[in-house]
């Protein structure tokens, strides 16, 4: 339901978000967009939470979008970069699981981390080694 929604609603929901002055300028429902970018959030969120928890989902809501967010400015990317962080510490996660005896959220939260500290940290090292301009 939440992934239909978002397909249905991407393009306003992204205009809405990069600018929404201009948006709202343009005829685009910036307020009713929200509440139902909202409402899908929370019925994904009061869905999610009964299997995993409240701290995990905060960790796959937060932590794979900042990530995203610092490894690409084109929104599409960022999407698709987001799902991947996400589903690389839910995946690993089990998998490290599997073969300990920690919890899978402790492995869950700590990919995500990592991920993100790799992007914060690692991509504008790597930008300067290459010689390209950062912000």
Request: with cysteine.
């Given at each position: 339901m939440t992934i239909v929604g978002l397909g249905v609603m991407y393009r306003p929901l992204t205009?809405?978000?990069v600018?929404?002055?201009?948006?709202?300028?343009r005829?685009?429902?910036v307020r009713l967009i929200s509440?139902?970018?909202l409402l899908m959030l929370a019925a994904a969120v009061a869905e999610a939470v009964q299997v995993v928890g409240?701290?995990?989902i905060l960790t796959l809501l937060i932590t794979p979008g900042a990530t995203a967010e610092r490894l690409t400015a084109n929104p599409g990317l960022a999407t698709v970069t987001s799902v991947g962080v996400a589903l690389l510490a839910?995946?690993?996660g089990i998998l490290l699981a599997l073969v300990s005896s920690w919890p899978v959220s402790f492995y869950v939260a700590t990919i995500a981390f990592v991920c993100y500290l790799a992007a914060r940290f690692g991509a504008p090292a790597l930008e300067r080694l290459q010689g390209v301009p950062t912000d």
């Amino acid at each position: 339901m939440t992934i239909v929604g978002l397909g249905v609603m991407y393009r306003p929901l992204t205009f809405a978000t990069v600018d929404p002055v201009v948006a709202e300028a343009r005829g685009v429902p910036v307020r009713l967009i929200s509440i139902l970018f909202l409402l899908m959030l929370a019925a994904a969120v009061a869905e999610a939470v009964q299997v995993v928890g409240v701290l995990l989902i905060l960790t796959l809501l937060i932590t794979p979008g900042a990530t995203a967010e610092r490894l690409t400015a084109n929104p599409g990317l960022a999407t698709v970069t987001s799902v991947g962080v996400a589903l690389l510490a839910t995946v690993g996660g089990i998998l490290l699981a599997l073969v300990s005896s920690w919890p899978v959220s402790f492995y869950v939260a700590t990919i995500a981390f990592v991920c993100y500290l790799a992007a914060r940290f690692g991509a504008p090292a790597l930008e300067r080694l290459q010689g390209v301009p950062t912000d």
